[in-house]
Nanobody, 130 residues
Framework: QLQLVESGGGLVQPGGSLRLSCAAS????????IGWFRQAPGKEREGVSC?????????YYSDSVKGRFTISRDDAKNTVYLQMNSLQPEDTAVYYC??????????????????????WGQGTQVTVSS
C-alpha cells in the first residue's frame, strides 16, 4: 500500500529554518517524481520543489524559494526532504508532498499541473511568525 507521511512542520521565526520529511512506504522512490506543494490561506495550491529520476525535468524550484530551499532524497530511508532556510512570513502554508510515476517516468517534474499528481500526504503546517 502506497503511503506518504510528512513531518517537520511547525512554528518558526522569520529567518529561521525547518526541514520537512516525506517518508514513502509501499513503494520505492525509483521512477517516481516526488513533489512538495504548499497552500496558503485563500490561495491555490502551488508547486514548491520536486525531484525525479526520469532524466528530464529532474528537479524544480519555484522562483520564490530558489536559493532558500533545497530538495534531497535518501534512498536508504526511502525519504525525500525539503530543507527550508531563511523562512519568511509569506512561506506560511500547509506543505504537502506528492508522488507519481504514471507520467513522471517520461516527463519528470510537472509542477504546473497539480491535478495530475495521484498520491498525496496529509500535509504539515508551517507557520513563520514573530
Amino acid at each position: 500500500q502506497l503511503q506518504l507521511v510528512e513531518s517537520g512542520g511547525g512554528l518558526v521565526q522569520p529567518g529561521g529554518s525547518l526541514r520537512l520529511s516525506c517518508a514513502a512506504s509501499g513503494f520505492t522512490l525509483d521512477y517516481y517524481a516526488i513533489g512538495w506543494f504548499r497552500q496558503a490561506p485563500g490561495k491555490e495550491r502551488e508547486g514548491v520543489s520536486c525531484i525525479s529520476t526520469s532524466g528530464i525535468n529532474t528537479d524544480y524550484y519555484s522562483d520564490s524559494v530558489k536559493g532558500r530551499f533545497t530538495i534531497s532524497r535518501d534512498d536508504a530511508k526511502n525519504t525525500v526532504y525539503l530543507q527550508m532556510n531563511s523562512l519568511q512570513p509569506e512561506d506560511t502554508a500547509v506543505y504537502y508532498c506528492a508522488a507519481d510515476n504514471l507520467w513522471a517516468v517520461h516527463h519528470g517534474c510537472v509542477m504546473s499541473k497539480v491535478v495530475l499528481w495521484r498520491y498525496w500526504g496529509q500535509g504539515t503546517q508551517v507557520t513563520v511568525s514573530s
